[in-house]
Structures are given as C-alpha cells and as structure tokens.
C-alpha cells in the first residue's frame, strides 16, 4: 500500500515557475515507477510525465517536454515535477500516481494522490 500527498500547486504569472512534490509513505516506494498527470475543468485526465523506479528513466508529454522536468528521491519517498515557462493552458489539477511501470495510460497506475490546484494567468 502506497499513500501518496502532493504539495506546491498554486497561482503563477505565465512564464513562471512552480515545484510540485508528491510525498509517499510505504518502504516500497523505491520499487515503483511514478507518473504525474493533470485535468482541466471539463477536459479528461491528461498524462504530463513518468518516471522509472531509478530514475534513470522519464518519459514527457509533447506538451510539456523541455518545460517540465520529473525526478525523484528515493532516500526521501518523494517524486517532483519542475515546472518552467508555464502557459495558461498548464491550468489543472495535478496529480501524483504510482505503478508498476512507467505508463502514459492512467488506468495502468495503482495508487493516486489527491491533486494539487496549479493555476497560470495570462
């Protein structure tokens, strides 16, 4: 079992920055890969990157590739998500996930936080 908490969401001029942490309880949580995912009002879950169990290994959205960048403290349970040269339309909720391998597909991730608001203004 895997409990996941994420933190650092809020408001940010566009062209700005936030760090999003996901913090994790459970002596497993090194054997997991991790993924951040995103949804806006009305829209449907969106994949934003993944992780591998090392963190040798990430995988990024089109969207937000060269912008964002996932990585991961094993020693500290915790899973980040730099977020650069944010655009409005990075507007949503933000969720950690976590699952036996690094996957886009949401449905293939175990265990969930409970989001974190990020908002972009123009």
């Known amino acids: 079992q895997v409990q996941l908490v994420e933190s650092g969401g809020g408001l940010v001029q566009a062209g700005g920055s936030l760090r999003l942490s996901c913090a994790a309880s459970g002596r497993t949580f090194s054997s997991y890969a991790m993924g951040w995912f995103r949804q806006a009002p009305g829209k449907e879950r969106e994949f934003v990157a993944t992780i591998n169990w090392s963190g040798g290994s990430t995988y990024y959205a089109s969207s937000v590739k060269g912008r964002f960048t996932i990585s991961r403290g094993n020693a500290k349970n915790t899973v980040y998500l730099q977020m650069n040269s944010l655009k409005p339309e990075d507007t949503a909720i933000y969720y950690c996930?976590?699952?036996?391998?690094?996957?886009?597909?949401?449905?293939?991730?175990?265990?969930w936080g409970q989001g974190t608001q990020v908002t972009v203004s123009s």
């Open positions: 996930a976590a699952g036996p391998q690094t996957q886009t597909a949401w449905h293939f991730y175990d265990y």
